[in-house]
């Protein structure tokens, strides 16, 4: 059942505009009634920032199948993800904030809850394959984390070294070392894994976790490469790993497809942080990025957010309400329709609202902490679209006030106290956002 809004109604209901922060891409939006309990598939690409994609404006990447999802979906023109991947895995498998439960780079407090126990506990089958990168409790890890099954890689704690995620991978399944895979692409067996545990789980509600191993370093060749099977690294091959992470989604995308599960499969793309440095992405108004991974400027924490749901919301919008990472958990388990953990605080908020075209309660900051490792620079930030600033600490940027949709890169503070009403007014709510998270 459907029923179809013209854009003169959705002027009249506010629904699509103003506070729900949509502009339509099309003059009709559908909104469908009647889906029950989502299967939910979440996909977090490994080290790929906002401009790679097609629907964001990449000119130098071919993301056909990411670009359709946005536009049979709903594109976020401000998700945030932490700097780096260990602290933004942390986040957004718990809704908190990293200064709530981060130890240090590559590991994990077992003691926390995250959507995957949210998820169980209400009914679902839960699986992650992909990337681990959370030591400290060996192969039992991704069991404690509240995951029915698993195919991972970077898992030290289980074996050691790590070696390679790409050609010739070394993968845990389950709590069996599958040993080096000769000639099987590490992205292929994670895809692998995930289109069989769907097609065991087809009767079933599913959580899919997807931590990519693409499109993070030693930039290889793919299958698709003209040189795949030759041992060669050159950061020339990123284009061809974002395409083919591109078409591993795709992979996924088909089987749901296949099985006439789309309809009630909501999937969710987004990235850990932001694209490396040293790659350098033309956009196709002339603009050119580089990559920022590691730094807390826009270049290494403005990340992609697509949602695709074919049975339940409409496609063609656009939402600039901003988005953190904490707001995984609270929107899987809104779709879900479950309980938040009880005793801790969660610092997200859903935005399934927006993704249905209702307002909802769109954040007015976002807040990050950020320490690599203990002894390491700690910087805190709280921004909004506009503007951005920084605790006191020990790094160049503390106490400074950016305009960060003008200067993204955040090269020129702006001087507050000196005539400027609108920094001013900045400085101040953000300050006590600063405050709130202390």
Not at 79 to 85: E, T
Not at 167 to 186: H, M, S, T
Not at 319 to 331: H, R
Request: glycine content about 12%; aromatic content about 10%.
């Amino acid at each position: 059942m459907s029923k179809t809004f013209s854009r003169r109604d959705f002027l009249k209901t506010g629904a699509a505009f103003g506070a729900g922060g949509f502009l339509l891409a099309n003059q009709t939006l559908e909104v469908r009634a009647g889906a029950g309990r989502p299967n939910i598939i979440l996909i977090m690409a490994d080290d790929i920032g906002y401009e790679c994609l097609g629907c964001y404006g990449s000119a130098s990447y071919k993301t056909p199948v990411l670009d359709e999802l946005a536009r049979t979906g709903v594109k976020f023109e401000h998700c945030y993800s932490q700097p780096l991947c260990t602290p933004s895995r942390v986040k957004i498998m718990t809704g908190r904030s990293n200064s709530r439960n981060y130890i240090r780079f590559g590991n994990f407090d077992f003691k926390e809850r995250t959507f995957a126990h949210v998820m169980k506990d209400a009914g679902y089958k839960t699986c992650i394959s992909g990337k681990w990168q959370l030591m400290g409790a060996g192969a039992d890890g991704p069991y404690k984390a509240g995951f029915d099954e698993y195919c991972l890689w970077h898992m030290e704690d289980v074996y050691a070294p790590k070696d390679s995620r790409y050609r010739d991978p070394k993968i845990v399944q389950n709590g069996k070392l599958l040993g080096i895979l000769e000639g099987k692409y590490g992205p292929d067996v994670f895809c692998d894994y995930i289109t069989g545990f769907i097609e065991r789980n087809k009767a079933k509600p599913f959580l899919v976790y997807y931590p990519m191993a693409l499109t993070h370093g030693p930039f290889e060749p793919t299958p698709d490469s003209p040189e795949w099977g030759q041992n060669t690294a050159n950061k020339r091959f990123y284009v061809d790993m974002v395409a083919y992470m591109d078409k591993a989604v795709g992979r996924i995308v088909k089987k749901l497809d296949e099985l006439g599960l789309r309809d009630n499969t909501l999937i969710l793309f987004t990235g850990d942080n932001g694209t490396p440095a040293g790659i350098t992405s033309q956009m196709t108004d002339g603009a050119s990025i580089n990559g920022g991974k590691g730094q807390t400027t826009d270049a290494g924490t403005h990340v992609a957010l697509i949602a695709n749901w074919k049975g339940a919301i409409g496609g063609g919008r656009i939402c600039s309400d901003i988005v953190d990472f904490s707001d995984f958990l609270p929107t899987l388990a809104d779709a879900a329709g479950a309980p938040l953990p009880r005793g801790v605080t969660i610092d997200g908020r859903s935005f399934l609202p927006q993704l249905r075209g209702e307002p909802g309660k769109p954040r007015d900051w976002i807040y990050c902490w950020y320490q690599r490792d203990p002894g390491r620079t700690l910087y805190r930030f709280a921004r909004d679209k506009r503007w951005k600033l920084y605790d006191t600490g020990d790094h160049e940027r503390a106490g400074k006030l950016f305009d960060v949709s003008a200067d993204p890169l955040e090269g020129e503070p702006v001087e507050t106290g000196q005539g400027n009403a609108e920094a001013d007014e900045a400085a101040k709510r953000l300050q006590a956002a600063l405050d709130s998270m202390r």
